[in-house]
């Protein structure tokens, strides 16, 4: 049981106006029509995204990776220092916290650490094997053997693995600094050293050192095949200091922490590591350093003034005794001994304060409060010295005498003996000296590289494959200027599609079959209304069948004209089988084959070309001889005839109009099917003869300008189109089953 479409609703005469819904929906986003081209170039999206995974994937093999080393520093705070700056403790507060993590910072990526871990491991010096472009170094990475790898497509001049070479030191010309030089493996150890030019500049062997005009080095280690190349250069401390500070990173771990986080990333794993714990060591070192100078400079300023003193001490021992020697025993009284001791503790008191100025004297200025405030106190003591100057002058002259040199020697004893101690304790503080900085976890390398991350790349390069991917898809289409759908010619042309007819694979098979058979199919009619009478072409044309006569609507005569723009478009297809729907609905049917350039309708019904248009129009055979039936009741043809060399002379012939008059007398609906009428103008001449004329245009084929073209071109021949259909529509594409205009072109059910 079969049931055909509903009959849509058709607009009045060469008008198919739109609805305000329909134009009101183009201003916004069709997610169905999205997600239909889409569906259409999944292959290519595929294809597109797939390429670019796979470029990823090359990417993430190629690539060198990244080890990154890592350490904890810990900044002790420095309001615990000891030494000359215990003076500042009282004014901390002013001044503020007196550790500086970003100084610290600075003071790791300054040239003064890096300069000592470039001379300390001899970074300036670079050496590696040669490796084939692109995939040499990945390969030689995966190497897994402790000797040198065989080498791969003869190429023995690349490393392919296993190579390993130590230069120690390597000396050059200026103008060579930088420049790349090339060592050549020779076998037994020797090697020669090649400048750009390919040039011989020096050769050695391993172990003992090589020198020539320009070039120095001493190569300590070399395993490698013979025609081994390896790359060598010399660069310049700064430049050396530059490719490590670009590799290093050092910040706060956590704001005032006062816990440093250093890292230092690199292709060689204990490279890497080794280098952040020279970086380490050396922040270390000059922070010892450092805390040290302050212990230095006062045990020189102290080592001085100490033989100033002992020579003070023997000079006022020796007048004492001299004195005493002079006048013979001499006894100091109680009040005397009184005195004396009050003028010595005056005097060390003053003498010890002018050391403590000395000291701040050096980091500040005289106008420094701590300073002023040593100078207030010096002046007190100096006046509380002067009163005793008086108890002085009223003792005896002796005991005066006695007094004063006495008191030299007690002062100078006190003076020496302090600076002596004081000395001695701080050549073992300097001996001692720790730093505020410690290093808390040592120097470690992650067993994984940090880069690239493989992953992470393949997920990039799928997401940018599938952007490109769509971009393509938008570029196709935005270049894409032909109809792929029937509202466009509704919409662009006013003129109404009577049918739209899906693309058949059966009717291609049907197709290449007749193509293949020179002479049709053996007298046998192979039509798809025939062989598939259920397809949905065949659906199709039966919906066509019942709106054909909206086209015959006030024509005088009953014939239909089925032509197109274009060749290719399947004019002929709809013609025949269009004409074996009518057929199978009772109706007496006649298809005329007028393409007299290549017609070949015949084959579809497995007849010979002989005997027809041409023939009859030329008077070489009756109407009764052309008219030859088919295997389908009903259904009639009249073929080409044989092919003239005048087409368009012969269809402007009066018998040619005489043929269609009296053939569609003998039928109910007589179908003429004619050569493309933007090819030639064969299709023009017969639309003026018959009563209507149908348009074929073919899914993604023709560009609007075309068929507008080619409408003005039967407006210019004095007939009228009256629509189109709508052929090869690939229903596949899933276009219209998406969205608000959606429609649906299979409609068959079973009893």
Request: proline share 5%.
């Amino acid at each position: 049981m079969r049931r055909d479409p509903a009959i849509p609703a058709q607009p009045e005469a060469g008008h198919a106006p739109r609805s305000p819904a329909a134009r009101g929906n183009d201003d916004f986003i069709n997610l169905g029509e999205i997600i239909a081209v889409l569906l259409e170039y999944k292959w290519l999206i595929l294809a597109i995204a797939t390429l670019a995974v796979l470029v990823g994937g090359v990417v993430a093999f190629v690539t060198t990776p990244i080890y990154r080393a890592d350490a904890l520093v810990q900044v002790e705070d420095k309001k615990s220092a000891q030494g000359g700056l215990a003076a500042l403790r009282d004014v901390e507060a002013v001044l503020g916290d007196s550790t500086s993590v970003a100084a610290e910072l600075e003071i790791l990526r300054s040239r003064m650490i890096l300069g000592r871990v470039v001379d300390r491991l001899n970074l300036t010096v670079r050496a590696h094997p040669q490796h084939l472009p692109v995939f040499g170094r990945a390969l030689a990475r995966r190497h897994a053997g402790v000797e040198p790898a065989a080498p791969l497509f003869g190429l023995s001049g690349y490393g392919w693995g296993g190579e390993r070479i130590v230069v120690q030191t390597l000396e050059v010309a200026p103008y060579l600094m930088g420049e790349p030089l090339t060592l050549v493996a020779q076998g037994d150890g020797a090697y020669s050293v090649l400048d750009e030019a390919g040039t011989v500049m020096v050769s050695g062997r391993v172990g003992e050192p090589a020198s020539a005009e320009h070039v120095s080095l001493f190569v300590a280690e070399l395993v490698a095949r013979p025609d081994t190349r390896f790359i060598l250069s010399r660069v310049s401390q700064t430049a050396a200091i530059a490719a490590l500070r670009e590799n290093l990173e050092v910040r706060e771990r956590a704001r005032q922490s006062n816990v440093i986080e250093a890292a230092f990333s690199g292709p060689d794993r204990a490279l890497a590591e080794s280098i952040l714990n020279e970086i380490l060591n050396a922040y270390v070192r000059q922070n010892v350093e450092y805390r040290s100078a302050e212990a230095e400079s006062t045990l020189t300023f102290l080592e001085a003034q100490l033989p100033e003193l002992k020579s003070q001490l023997d000079t006022a021992e020796a007048a004492y005794n001299e004195y005493r020697q002079s006048r013979g025993s001499v006894d100091l009284t109680l009040e005397t001994q009184s005195v004396l001791r009050s003028v010595v503790e005056a005097d060390n008191e003053i003498v010890a304060l002018q050391q403590k100025r000395e000291e701040l004297r050096q980091r500040f200025t005289a106008e420094h409060p701590q300073v002023i405030a040593v100078d207030a106190q010096i002046s007190r003591l100096r006046a509380r010295r002067a009163s005793f100057e008086g108890s002085v002058s009223r003792l005896p002259e002796t005991q005066q005498v006695a007094l004063q040199l006495k008191r030299d020697v007690e002062v100078a004893t006190a003076l020496y003996t302090n600076l002596l101690n004081s000395a001695q304790q701080l050549r073992v503080a300097r001996a001692g000296t720790v730093g505020d900085v410690r290093i808390i976890d040592s120097a470690v390398t992650a067993p994984l590289p940090v880069a690239p991350r493989k992953a992470l790349i393949l997920l990039l390069s799928g997401v940018l494959g599938l952007l490109g991917a769509l971009g393509a898809v938008w570029a196709i289409r935005a270049l894409r200027v032909v109809v792929e759908d029937p509202q466009t010619i509704e919409r662009e042309l006013a003129l109404p599609v009577y049918a739209t007819v899906p693309i058949s694979k059966a009717e291609e098979g049907i197709e290449r079959r007749i193509m293949r058979s020179k002479g049709g199919t053996g007298g046998k009619a192979e039509l798809l209304a025939l062989a598939k009478p259920d397809d949905d072409a065949v659906e199709s044309l039966r919906s066509l069948r019942t709106t054909l006569h909206f086209a015959l609507l006030g024509a005088q005569q009953g014939s239909v004209l089925i032509t197109g723009p274009a060749p290719g478009v399947g004019k002929s297809f709809v013609t025949k089988n269009l004409g074996a729907v009518l057929a199978q609905a009772g109706k007496r049917v006649i298809i005329v084959d007028a393409d007299l350039r290549k017609g070949h309708i015949n084959k579809g019904f497995g007849l010979p070309r002989a005997q027809g248009v041409s023939d009859y129009i030329m008077g070489g055979a009756d109407i009764d001889a052309i008219i030859r039936p088919t295997p389908i009741e009903g259904l009639s043809i009249v073929t080409t005839g044989l092919i003239p060399p005048n087409p368009s002379e012969l269809l402007m012939h009066p018998r040619f109009a005489a043929l269609l008059d009296a053939l569609e007398k003998r039928c109910d609906v007589l179908l003429v099917d004619a050569p493309p009428v933007l090819a030639v103008s064969d299709a023009a001449i017969i639309g003026r003869m018959v009563g209507a004329t149908l348009l074929v245009a073919r899914a993604g084929r023709h560009p609007v300008r075309e068929l507008e073209q080619a409408v003005k071109r039967f407006e210019q021949g004095g007939a009228e189109v009256k629509g189109f259909v709508f052929n090869g529509f690939d229903t596949r594409r899933q276009r219209y089953r998406f969205g608000y205009e959606g429609y649906q072109y299979q409609y068959k059910y079973k009893a």
